[in-house]
């Protein structure tokens, strides 16, 4: 995070000293630096926001893809509870899982979740080892879960969202119910977290060298004479 707010910092150097150039150069020099500074971030604004579209489409279809992966008659072997622990089902889960996160590395975390009678969303398991610090335990209530994120969980939909902030981080996540073949309802939600600032870092790649591009044409229109 240092190093982004270091960016900024220099980008913010830049454009000041730009404006600044404003005063002490001709009005119709002035005008085409100015409009070509509104251009350049008006462009980049863009390009960030089809990027940040592109990126939550992969999410969400890299998600309903490892979802594929979970077999039905495991997830309903669990009861949602630490009694799980004692079930083979959620051992064999729990490694698939780590498959999974292996296979998608970029997702920091990779879960089941459900719902309760009293509509507590509550997670069956992540891709954690028991010697993490963010190891959970079978049915641990998920009582900071966004109100969003959460009514998903409730009807079983297909969902990506994000930033959103629990006591883990603040993530980009995506779900999708697992469905059951017979009665058409769903089980549980497969879920996948991205951390937020690698979600961000990968958005402002995208942007830099347009960034440069353009601070580097400002520059030498405000130094040329």
Not at 16 to 26: A, E, K, T
Not at 37 to 50: D, E, I, K, P, Q
Not at 55 to 82: C, D, H, Y
Not at 143 to 152: F, G, I, S
Request: aromatic share 10%; charged share 20%; proline share 6%.
């Amino acid at each position: 995070m240092k190093f982004f707010s270091g960016l900024r910092r220099s980008f913010a150097g830049i454009v000041g000293w730009c404006l600044s150039s404003l005063r002490q150069i001709s009005p119709p020099r002035a005008i085409v630096l100015a409009a070509t500074m509104v251009g350049s971030l008006t462009y980049a604004g863009l390009m960030m926001r089809h990027k940040d579209d592109a990126m939550r489409q992969e999410l969400l279809m890299q998600t309903q893809l490892l979802a594929s992966a979970i077999p039905q008659n495991l997830v309903q072997a669990l009861s949602g509870t630490s009694d799980d622990l004692e079930r083979p089902e959620y051992h064999r889960l729990k490694k698939i899982l780590h498959v999974l996160q292996q296979q998608a590395p970029e997702y920091y975390f990779i879960y089941l979740a459900g719902q309760r009678p009293d509509g507590t969303i509550f997670f069956y398991l992540k891709d954690i080892s028991s010697d993490s610090p963010n190891y959970l335990s079978p049915g641990l209530a998920y009582v900071e879960a966004d109100p969003e994120y959460a009514d998903a969980v409730r009807r079983g939909d297909t969902l990506i969202n994000g930033p959103i902030k629990d006591r883990w981080g603040t993530w980009f996540s995506a779900q999708t119910p697992i469905i059951d073949a017979k009665t058409d309802l769903p089980i549980c939600t497969f879920g996948a977290d991205i951390a937020a600032a690698n979600w961000y870092r990968k958005l402002f790649y995208h942007v830099m060298p347009c960034l440069v591009a353009n601070l580097l044409l400002v520059i030498i229109i405000a130094l040329s004479p």
